[in-house]
């Protein structure tokens, strides 16, 4: 390997320009030359890119988004972009890729390697911990951080007017950070896609909560959760059949995907980078690199990505234990 390509690619997400450091100075480490890829893909169609070096990445470990800039590619899913991309490495010198994103990410690099055995080793960067063959995704934990600080001050609120609100996270199809923020900030309740409660479940839970003395509620709940009704419905459905709650709604969106990087994303981050320019310098590809069982560890990308969802349901359980 000679050249090395790094790219982020698909939602942002804090610790990605951690890894594009930990990337760039580990090829400098070995001799290897790095290049930074613009926006992902479309960059990579374009022939978008920036020689780095050890000192192009100074001041960045704790800075959120991404410097080289991301970008979901429509182009890149057709054969004539990945045709092009092709064409713009190998004008560069590049014989090889790190992609830090998500399962998009991934399975847009399945398909190149497949049409041209371009090496490729992935960083797992996303908010939304979905990816298996990790326990963790670069950006969550701070992601988990950003919610819990954040529904703290809202129950500032809550708990001054004695409100019911119903505040949204992020996580597309799956609950992760809904269930662990939500435990985090002593959520009344949780719900996630993983485990449909059904809404008489929860009016009864609010019920109950109101018996035992609570004024004030805090339901979190997953951007993809079951329940059929958006926060929005949630809020008319509680005012209909608990007209004595005064109901809020805090959708908390893309705030959750800024921000300095967590301490733990930062060595995250920095050992995975090390470990995705090692595999391609041992001449292996298609791995994702991820943290199992506290260790950095490598899964075939096409594993990562088909893998199941992980919700840890002893969260659940506690949950439900400390909402009494
Ligand atoms: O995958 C990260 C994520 O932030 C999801 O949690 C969310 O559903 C989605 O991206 C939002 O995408 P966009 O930034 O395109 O609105």
Redesign the pocket.
């Known amino acids: 390997i000679k050249k090395i390509g790094v790219m982020t690619s698909?939602?942002d997400?804090p610790g990605m320009n951690a890894a594009i450091r930990s990337v760039v100075r580990t090829c400098a480490f070995y001799k290897i030359e790095c290049a930074g890829i613009y926006r992902g893909y479309q960059g990579m169609i374009e022939g978008d890119f920036i020689d780095l070096n050890a000192r192009s990445v100074k001041g960045i470990i704790n800075k959120g988004g991404t410097f080289l800039k991301s970008a979901?590619s429509k182009e890149f899913m057709t054969k004539e972009g990945r045709a092009k991309a092709y064409k713009a490495l190998t004008d560069a010198n590049i014989d090889a890729l790190v992609t830090i994103g998500?399962d998009g990410t991934f399975t847009g690099a399945l398909v190149f390697n497949k049409e041209y055995n371009f090496p490729i080793i992935g960083i797992p960067g996303?908010?939304?911990n979905d990816i298996a063959g990790t326990s963790h995704t670069l950006g969550y934990d701070t992601t988990l951080n950003t919610v819990v600080e954040v529904i703290d001050k809202i129950r500032d609120t809550a708990s001054s007017h004695n409100r019911l609100f119903f505040i949204e996270v992020?996580?597309?199809d799956v609950g992760h950070?809904a269930l662990n923020a939500g435990v985090g900030a002593g959520a009344e309740e949780i719900l996630i896609p993983e485990e449909d409660l059904g809404l008489e479940r929860l009016v009864d839970s609010l019920n109950r909560s109101k018996e035992s003395g609570k004024s004030s509620s805090i339901v979190v709940v997953a951007?993809g959760d079951k329940t059929g009704k958006n926060v929005f419905e949630l809020k008319d459905y509680v005012n209909e059949h608990m007209p004595e709650y005064d109901v809020r709604v805090s959708v908390l969106g893309?705030m959750?995907?800024g921000g300095s990087p967590s301490c733990f994303d930062r060595v995250l981050a920095s050992r995975m980078g090390v470990t995705a320019v090692e595999n391609l310098r041992d001449g292996k590809s298609n791995l994702m690199v991820g943290l199992i069982n506290d260790k950095i560890a490598v899964t075939p990308l096409q594993k990562a990505i088909k893998g199941q969802s992980k919700i840890n349901k002893e969260l659940i359980r506690v949950s439900d234990i400390m909402s009494v």
Request: net charge positive; hydrophobic share 20%; no cysteine.
């Open positions: 698909g939602g997400s979901r998500g996303t908010i939304d992020m996580g597309r950070i951007e893309h959750q995907r």
